[in-house]
């Protein structure tokens, strides 16, 4: 299992860090790469070209075939946008929100998305 991931200022890479799991990160220039493996999506919130960005990723070779489900790091200051690129993409490819965390996350941010991965998408990790 993988995590492939989207960052723009370090958030979500230093989140992805600190689980510890095997991971690629998606280029928002050129977002065609085959993960070829079960695998996640973390997403960070900003604008619509999120959203088309990582659809591109999604829809290139199997990867729709292999995602387990998104996970969206935003800021609550934004209420009702909260983490939306994510929520937007789960909606759009009918696949699970597994997670969401502000920021970088926190230490119980990475143990709960852990036992997202575990519940919901059988990712079988400690
Ligand atoms: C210009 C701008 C717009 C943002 N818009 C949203 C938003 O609509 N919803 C949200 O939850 N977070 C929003 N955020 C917060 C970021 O998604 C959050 O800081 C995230 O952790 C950034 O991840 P990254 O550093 O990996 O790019 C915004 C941040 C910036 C700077």
């Known amino acids: 299992?993988?995590?492939a991931y989207?960052?723009?200022t370090g958030n979500v890479r230093d989140f992805v860090?600190?689980?510890g799991l095997s991971s690629i990160e998606i280029n928002y220039n050129g977002p065609y790469e085959e993960?070829?493996?079960p695998f996640v999506v973390i997403v960070p919130s900003y604008d619509e070209m999120i959203t088309e960005k990582v659809s591109l990723f999604v829809?290139?070779?199997?990867?729709?075939?292999n995602l387990l489900?998104?996970?969206?790091s935003g800021n609550l200051n934004f209420d009702?946008?909260?983490?939306?690129n994510a929520k937007d993409l789960a909606k759009n490819f009918q696949k699970p929100l597994l997670y969401t965390f502000e920021f970088s996350g926190t230490p119980n941010d990475v143990y709960q998305f852990k036992e997202a991965l575990n519940q919901y998408a059988g990712?079988?990790?400690k």
């Not at 489900?69 to 969206?72: D, L, M, Q, Y």
């Open 69 to 72: 489900g998104f996970i969206g």
């Open 35 to 37: 993960v070829g493996e």
């Open 80 to 84: 009702h946008d909260y983490c939306f």
């Open 6 to 8: 989207l960052s723009l």
């Open 1 to 3: 299992m993988k995590i």
């Open 123 to 125: 990712a079988g990790i």
């Open 17 to 19: 860090e600190k689980t």
């Open 59 to 65: 829809q290139f070779g199997s990867n729709e075939q």
